[in-house]
C-alpha cells in the first residue's frame, strides 16, 4: 500500500469523524384496506445530534410533497400540518407516524427525512432520508347486472345475440369478474376490449370454447316448450281472465248465444319463435378497466351468445366477483324471462265521456309482481281495428293516455304487445265509456233557451196583432 493510499484513507476517517454518519430507513408496508390503520415507522442511525425529523406524502408522480408531521429536536416539539379534525397521526415514537382510518387517497409513497448537526461546525445540518410505498386496496362496493341493447323488441324469424354486462364499482386493484349459469362456470372465449386509460387486469373466469353440455342433456324445458303447441303442432294462445270470467266447460245447451256472448276485458296471448337454434352455444367475454377519478377502477365485463329462448328462458345467470380485499366472492344474479302478459289498470275505473283515461302496465299476469321480467320489456301500445285517438298507429312506453275520451270510444280494444328477446306477448283489455251527466245538461242548457224564447214569440205575436188591428 503506497503513502498517498494511506494518506487517503486517513483523510476519510478524519472526514467522517468531523461530519459524522447518519443512515435512514423505512420499514415496507403491506397493502392494507380501506378504514385500517397504518404504522409507517422510519429507523435512522446517526452518531451526531438529532435537529428534525419530517414526513412527507408525495404526490403527482414526485413533483409535490406535502408535509404532513415535523419533530423540531430544539425545542422538543411536535407538529402536525395534516387537518385538525382529522388527527390523521399521533407520534408514538420520533420516528413513527400512525395513519388511522386510510382511504384510497392515502395511497402512494411517503418520505422520511432525518436532519442532524454538523459535528465539526454544529451549525450546518446534514440530512438523509427514506422512503416508502403504501398501498391502500379497496373492496367493489357495488356490483350489478344489465343487458346490453335493451329494451330489444323479439325476434320472430332470426336469432338475436344477447349481451350481460356487470359491472363492478369502487375496486382497487381492479376485480377479477367472471360468470356462472345455473351455478356452474361458464366456459367463455376471451376477445380484446378496448381497455379506457388502464393496463392489465386479466379477463377471470376465461376457459377454452366448449358448449355448455349440462343444458343440452336437461330437456324438461324442451318438453315444457312443446306442450304449448295446439294440435295442428302450431303455438297455442293462453287466455288469463278473472275466475268469474273463465270460460269452463258447458253441456251442450249452455253454449251462449252469439248476442249474449260475454267478452273477456283482459285476454293475454303469447308467441314463441318460429326459429330453431342450436343447443351448444358459444359464450364470448371481455372486460373493460376504466379509471376513475376517486383512485378505484370500474370493470365492465360482458358476456356474449346466441339467445335460444327455448332453452335460455328462466336460465339463472350470476356474476361473481373476486378483490383481494374480499374474504369471499361478491355476487349478483338474474334469471332470463320472457313477459308472461302485463298486468293492466285503467283510471278512472268508471271513464265518463271527456275524462282523460290512463292505461298503465302493472306487473305481468303470471307471476309475483315483484319479480320483474329480464331484460327490460319493450312495451307497445295500438288499438285493434284502428289508430290511437291522437292518430297515430303505436305508442311505446308503460303508460298510454287518452284525453278527452269520447263517447265513440266505448268498448274499443286496445292491445298492450310485452317483448324482450325471449318472446313477445299481448294483452287487450277493453275500454268501457260512460255518459257524462254533466256535459249532458250543459248540452241541453241552449236547446232549453231556444225553447223558451220561440214560447216567449208565439205568446208576443197575438198581443201585437190585436194591438195593431186596433189601431187600424
Not at 376513475?292 to 356474449?304: F, I, N, R
Not at 289508430?387 to 266505448?410: F, I, M, T
Request: glycine residues 8%.
Amino acid at each position: 500500500m503506497t503513502v498517498l493510499s494511506l494518506c487517503f484513507l486517513l483523510c476519510a476517517d478524519l472526514l467522517q469523524v468531523a461530519v459524522g454518519y447518519l443512515t435512514v430507513t423505512i420499514e415496507p408496508l403491506l397493502p392494507v384496506v380501506v378504514g385500517e390503520t397504518v404504522t409507517l415507522k422510519c429507523n435512522f442511525k446517526t452518531d451526531g445530534r438529532l435537529r428534525e425529523i419530517v414526513w412527507y406524502r408525495v404526490t403527482d408522480g414526485g413533483t409535490i410533497k406535502q408535509k404532513i408531521f415535523t419533530y423540531d429536536a430544539m425545542f422538543n416539539t411536535n407538529y402536525s400540518h395534516m387537518e385538525d379534525y382529522r388527527r390523521r397521526e399521533d407520534l408514538v415514537y420520533q420516528s413513527t407516524v400512525r395513519l388511522p382510518e386510510v382511504r384510497i387517497s392515502d395511497n402512494g409513497p411517503y418520505e422520511c427525512h432525518v436532519g442532524i448537526y454538523d459535528r465539526a461546525t454544529r451549525e450546518k445540518v446534514v440530512l438523509a432520508s427514506g422512503n416508502v410505498l403504501l398501498t391502500v386496496m379497496s373492496p367493489p362496493n357495488n356490483i350489478s347486472v344489465v343487458a346490453e341493447n335493451t329494451p330489444a323488441p323479439f325476434s320472430r324469424y332470426q336469432a338475436q345475440n344477447l349481451t350481460l354486462v356487470c359491472i363492478a364499482k369502487g375496486g382497487k386493484p381492479a376485480p377479477s369478474v367472471y360468470f356462472k349459469r345455473d351455478g356452474e362456470l361458464i366456459e367463455v372465449i376471451s376477445y380484446v376490449s378496448p381497455t379506457v386509460g388502464y393496463e392489465g387486469a386479466g379477463s377471470a373466469g376465461v376457459r377454452g370454447a366448449r358448449p355448455l353440455i349440462s343444458r343440452d342433456l336437461d330437456d324438461t324445458k324442451l318438453r315444457k316448450s312443446l306442450s304449448l303447441l295446439g294440435p295442428d303442432g302450431k303455438p297455442g294462445r293462453l287466455f288469463t281472465e278473472s275466475p268469474g270470467r273463465s270460460y269452463m266447460a258447458r253441456q251442450p245447451g249452455q253454449e251462449p248465444s252469439p248476442a249474449t256472448e260475454t267478452i273477456p276485458e283482459t285476454v293475454v296471448s303469447r308467441e314463441f319463435p318460429r326459429w330453431v337454434q342450436s343447443t351448444d352455444p358459444l359464450y364470448f367475454f371481455s372486460n373493460t378497466h376504466i379509471p376513475q377519478s376517486d383512485g378505484s377502477v370500474l370493470v365492465q365485463a360482458k358476456l356474449t351468445w346466441t339467445l335460444n329462448p327455448q332453452l335460455d328462458n328462466d336460465a339463472l345467470f350470476s356474476c361473481e366477483v373476486t378483490h383481494p380485499a374480499l374474504s369471499m366472492p361478491m355476487q349478483t344474479e338474474v334469471i332470463l324471462a320472457a313477459p308472461k302478459g302485463p298486468r293492466l289498470v285503467i283510471s278512472p275505473t268508471r271513464a265518463k265521456v271527456g275524462d282523460t283515461v290512463r292505461i298503465t302496465v302493472q306487473g305481468f299476469q303470471v307471476g309475483s309482481p315483484v319479480n320483474e321480467v329480464f331484460p327490460e320489456p319493450l312495451f307497445t301500445w295500438t288499438r285493434v281495428g284502428g289508430r290511437l285517438l291522437d292518430g297515430s298507429a303505436e305508442k311505446d312506453g308503460k303508460e298510454l293516455v287518452l284525453e278527452r275520451v269520447p263517447a265513440e270510444l266505448n268498448g274499443s280494444m286496445y292491445r298492450c304487445t310485452a317483448q324482450n328477446p325471449l318472446g313477445s306477448t299481448d294483452t287487450h283489455t277493453r275500454l268501457i265509456v260512460f255518459e257524462n251527466p254533466s256535459m249532458m245538461k250543459n248540452t241541453q242548457n241552449p236547446n232549453n233557451g231556444a225553447s223558451g224564447l220561440h214560447k216567449f214569440g208565439l205568446i208576443c205575436l197575438p198581443l201585437i196583432l190585436t194591438v195593431t188591428v186596433e189601431l187600424t
